[in-house]
């Protein structure tokens, strides 16, 4: 499956985005879609994901409460609204790809990824 990322951008504390993630290639809804975000001089990090029938959705305690993760896989695309935005929410976003839920939050188990979206809150 390939990926394609986009809806970041630059805003201001407290506003909101909507992050898609555009899935190329077949069996969509079999994959666990995740979201991740890697800021400068820090490791990429676990944001939200979502199981392939978006019966279960995970989500970081950071962002718990402002973003929402989910998907249409009628369209083969994942989303993550976020709101109430604050500036250490600043970094490029990433979606990814995975089988299975039991390591939703291991970056390191997903094994498609998109090129990353830039999200930049200014205080």
């Known amino acids: 499956v390939q990926l394609q990322a986009s809806g970041g951008g630059l805003v201001q504390a407290g506003d909101s985005l909507r992050l898609s993630c555009a899935a190329s290639?077949?069996?969509?809804?079999?994959?666990?879609m995740g979201w991740f975000r890697q800021a400068p001089g820090k490791e990429r990090e676990f944001v939200a994901a979502?199981?392939?029938?978006?019966?279960?959705?995970f989500y970081a305690d950071s962002v718990k409460g402002r973003f929402t993760v989910s998907r249409d896989n009628a369209k083969k695309t994942e989303y993550l609204q976020m709101n109430a935005l604050k500036p250490e929410d600043t970094a490029v976003y990433y979606c990814?790809?995975?089988?299975?839920?039991?390591?939703?939050?291991?970056?390191?188990?997903?094994?498609?990824w998109g090129q990353g979206t830039q999200v930049t809150v200014s205080s």
């Open positions: 290639g077949r069996s969509f809804s079999t994959y666990t």
């Open positions: 990814a790809a995975t089988i299975g839920i039991a390591y939703y939050s291991k970056w390191q188990r997903y094994g498609y």
């Open positions: 979502i199981s392939g029938s978006s019966s279960s959705t």
